[in-house]
């Protein structure tokens, strides 16, 4: 009897050392900056149900993808880790956890898709949108609201433009065509507009069509190449063709542009290297409008720049509790608030002290983001093709809108069939 209650107790002891061992979780993370806000998740967490989450934050230059393929072979994977592109999650088909099933996954539209389900947590957002000053619209009078395609932003422009001195502006937009160093400015982040702009998320219409063979739908991007005609002619002339990210920022930063053509990342640069001269204009608000080319485009493009994936193995219900938390309430406050996560999640009421966060909120709870379908683009497109494009345009070797859609066209076919 003593020796069966004996092997009673060694077996409930076994299962529960099992169970210990199980609900220990590491998750590698890929934002060095935010290690300490993730630690302070996890010790809550931790608090609250007893199960350990070991955070390993990864920066520096390190090649996260290739560690984690060593650990793969060798010591074992996390639980939870860090992948930025489709070719990230192509390194582990068939060995991620869906997690369609979890609680967060209906209140976002930001999550991965990829052959094995919904792979992908969304943990921040990123937005590219027209960026402007509030401060300066209002002095001027113009409703942002009230720019809803390509006439109302013409009027806008050229109001901004005849106000310039009033205004202290040098022009009435930062957009640089430098194509050196900025090709991915114009020629994928801009591009992405032609892509996406005014389109549901699932929508995949003119990406669908540039991978087939490099199509480009000839009345769209028109449209949209009136629209960077309207930003050649309005930006700064010492910022178009030669300028510096540094310059383009810092130009806003310091009140001289109404309009800066760039995402919402450029709030961390406001707030750190630019602090002194965003202060010394006047902390202004900023906002964003939707790159309307065409009368009713009313989105703006978001996206997570990365993705926290779950590892399909015995812990991998552990790990999708843990990010169903860190989505709920008490997670996204820790995120948002000590992390400055802008949160892709629609029911989440905190927003962070970046300057972009309460408008990226605004959309997102609207419904009225597109996708970032140019991350699909054939590699290296910016780069070699079309990042060229856009500063012979700014320069004036391609002449017009038409000449600029035309030569677009034949390009990127061109670089689809090589």
């Known amino acids: 009897m003593k020796k069966l209650v004996y092997l009673l107790l060694a077996g409930v002891m076994a299962a529960g050392l099992t169970v210990s061992a199980s609900a220990d979780l590491r998750l590698v993370n890929g934002k060095i900056e935010v290690d300490a806000a993730l630690k302070e998740a996890a ?25 984690l393929k060593k650990q793969y072979q060798g010591t074992g994977m996390p639980d939870i880790f860090v992948c930025g592109s489709d070719a990230d999650f192509g390194n582990w088909d068939g060995l991620l ?5 979890c609680a967060w996954a209906a209140d976002t539209d930001a999550g991965y898709v990829g052959t094995d389900g919904l792979v ?7 937005a590219i949108g027209l960026a402007y000053n509030a401060d300066i619209l209002e002095k001027a009078g113009i409703d942002p609201a009230s720019i809803t395609g390509p006439e109302s932003m013409k009027a806008a422009f050229e109001t901004l433009d005849s106000k310039k001195d009033e205004l202290g502006l040098t022009a009435v937009i930062g957009w640089c065509c430098e194509a050196q160093n900025l090709y991915w400015s114009t020629g994928s982040h801009s591009f992405a507009n032609y892509l996406d702009a005014g389109l549901a998320r699932d929508d995949t219409t003119y990406s669908d069509l540039l991978a087939d063979g490099g199509q480009i739908d000839h009345d769209r991007f028109l449209h949209y190449a009136e629209m960077v005609g309207l930003f050649n002619q309005y930006s700064d002339p010492a910022l178009l063709t030669s300028g510096t990210y540094d310059q383009q920022i810092l130009g806003f930063a310091s009140g001289k542009y109404a309009f800066v053509t760039q995402g919402s990342w450029i709030g961390a640069t406001m707030t750190t290297d630019d602090a002194a001269q965003y202060e010394e204009a006047g902390h202004f608000k900023v906002g964003m409008i939707p790159y309307a080319f065409e009368e009713g485009i009313d989105t703006i493009l978001t996206n997570s720049p990365s993705w926290w994936a779950v590892f399909n193995d015995d812990n991998a219900d552990e790990a999708k509790a843990f990010l169903d938390w860190l989505a709920g309430d008490e997670g996204q406050e820790i995120l948002v608030m000590k992390g400055g996560f802008i949160s892709p999640f629609k029911s989440c009421s905190f927003i962070a002290e970046d300057p972009f966060a309460e408008t990226i909120s605004a959309y997102t709870a609207a419904g009225k983001t ?6 699909k683009n ?5 780069q070699n093709a079309t990042g060229q494009l856009y500063l012979d345009y700014a320069l004036g070797s391609i002449p017009d809108a038409e000449t600029f859609t035309q030569v677009m066209t034949q390009v990127i076919a061109e670089y689809y069939a090589s």
């Open 120 to 126: 992908g947590f969304p943990y921040t957002t990123e």
């Open 378 to 382: 054939k590699a290296s497109l910016d």
């Open 43 to 67: 010790a809550k967490y931790q608090e609250e149900t007893g199960v350990v989450v070991n955070i390993e934050s990864m920066g520096g230059g390190v090649n996260i993808q290739d560690e």
């Open 97 to 101: 956890a869906d997690m369609s099933d």
């Open 370 to 375: 597109s996708a970032w379908h140019w991350l």
